[in-house]
């Protein structure tokens, strides 16, 4: 059985950093792609920043180029979102997924992907 454990979240100051980190296990066969998504209170889920299987594609919502990276350990089978200049806006539960649709690679909707980490709360404070 596939499991995505998120963990890393907590609460920061606007300006500040934080990295969280998503182990992968029970994969016999490593994704296509897999993500980082994000939803606050009363809004969507919303695509954050997405890689693919060669960690070598990435896509970043527009929200976060230029402050997120998304990147990954393969041996260790870790998906990591280094988050930078924190805004409270960033506020949110951030989640980790996984698919192996190939339309759907490095894709930052949600509808894609069919595996789900239980998410890990990210606050930033102004």
Known sequence: QVQLVESGGGSVQAGGSLRLSCVASGYTVRPLSMAWFRQAPGKER?????????GTSRKYADSVKGRFTISSDYTEN???LQMGSLQPEDTAMYYC????????????????????????QVTVSS
Do not use: H
């Not at 919303?46 to 890689?51: I, P």
């Open 97 to 120: 997924a996984a698919t192996n649709s190939w339309s759907g690679r490095w894709s930052l909707s949600p509808g894609w992907y069919n595996d789900w980490g239980q998410g890990t």
């Open 46 to 54: 919303e695509g954050v920043a997405a890689l693919d299987n060669g």
């Open 78 to 80: 870790v998906l990591y």
